[in-house]
């Protein structure tokens, strides 16, 4: 929302996409791009015109595909080089040609950067900053300026970093956005020197933080409480070293702690959403703990907590999980109580608040199987397979199996092939299968996929996504307990089971089974009993 109030300002694409092991392809940047003008923010740093072909591809390809209801689309760049004429300068000349409706140049505000990196004398960058600015300015630009390494170079020289300020804002810069780009402050150092220079420049101030004190978000809250109008971020904290504030967390802070209204109205709730779409296109697994938008924001495990919130959410939750579009989850494990399981339950579709005898039994169940390795905590299938269980009289069955055995091959050039059998009863008749696969767990899939497809097409929508094994318990050595955890989806969700055994294969036939079944529950019109 590109208000005049608030800027809210989003650097994915440019200083997000320099994280380690993240790649953004042109198509990936236009779709991250209107995840965020969903979101309603507005400005996005689409990247570096000129920079290299990917992002000058971005750029003109944003002219015709990107059709933005909120976000202002901005191109980052450099002040002019050292003793060359602004209009000779080729990657300012690339600023223009984006045609984007905002530049954002970034400058030397450190005295040390000025002359060890720029090799340039301080009225020379001062000279750069003034001719760029009032250039692009004078083309019909809004134009922002990044104070680069500008808190560290405050404190090493104050009146020479107030001067980058003055000449960007004399020539036309729009607003300054302070930038702590070795991430070292904290949040009384920052709004300290965001009100002296708020006194002192005359212009309008913005913040961009790194997180390599961990103080990103803080820091920004910090430079917004001191007059800053103008936050920048990435979306899941995305940059190199340790990223940048995380965007999502600051706005959140400021929408539902200061009482700023700085999104849209009713965008913060897509937040989570968004998050974990954007995810997805970066490749880079979402943080569950990550504040506001992670899996396990709103998750809940202890029993005392659990009595409270049944009582009233309010009492354990800083935040309504809603307000940014996450929910409440609570976890079943061997701290559970009464009340976990009652709510969990609840979370599932059962209300359980009438049969105090059947939370009992679960309960009592619950801590049996943990002590004996199993968890519940992610395995929430496996969980509502185990409450129909008690609560039905029965396990739900699709089919009964026999036996299964599998066999593994060694062949030169180190292939091993696996193939297992499966003898099973479904739908009144017996039926024995082999399957082959690249491994005792792929085969036994393919075997169950194959005894039993013909009875229940929909398992063919049934993926197996992700695979995790543990020791639970190392000091029996080669005979300890190995729990696996297994994750299915049917293109629409996802959901995880659990299996525990004295070997690896028998852990995840006991997972996949269960993982399988669930997945029946949930497609079949009428699940067996």
Known sequence: MSVDGFHVYDTTLRDGAQQE??????????????????????FIEGGWPGANPKETEFFRRARSELDLRHANLAAFGATRRPNVRV???????????????????????????????????????LSMVRDTVRFLAGLGRRVFLDAEHFFDGYRRDPAYALAVVTAAAEAGAELVALCDTNGGLLPDDVGEIVVAVNDAAGVRLGIHCHNDTGCAVANSIAAVDAGATHVQGTLNGYGERTGNADLVTVVANLELKRGRQVLPPGALREATRIAHAVAEVTNVVPYSRQPYVGTSAFTHKAGLHASAIKVDPDLYQHANPGDVGNDMRMLVSDLAGRASIELKGRELGYDLSTDRELVGRLTERVKELEARGYTFEVADASFELLLRTEADGGHPQFFHVESWRVITESRPGGEAPSEATVKLRAG????????????????????????????????????????????????????AVTRVLVELTDGKRSWETVGVGANIIEASWEALVDGVTYGLLHQVAEPPR
């Open 21 to 42: 092991g993240l790649s953004l392809s042109v198509n990936d940047k236009l779709t991250i791009s209107r995840h965020l003008d969903e979101l309603g923010v507005g």
């Open 87 to 125: 209009d000779d300068d080729s990657l300012v000349r690339a600023l223009v040609d984006a045609e984007t409706p905002v530049v954002t140049v970034v400058a030397k505000s450190h005295t040390g950067h000025v002359e060890r990196a720029l090799h340039t004398t301080l009225e020379e960058n």
């Open 428 to 479: 009144g008749e017996r039926v024995v299968v082999t399957g082959e696969g690249n491994g005792p767990v792929n085969a036994l899939d393919h075997a169950l996929r194959q005894a039993i497809g013909t009875l229940y097409p929909e398992i063919d929508k049934l993926e197996l996504v992700d695979y995790k094994v543990r020791i639970v318990d190392a000091s029996h050595g080669t005979g």
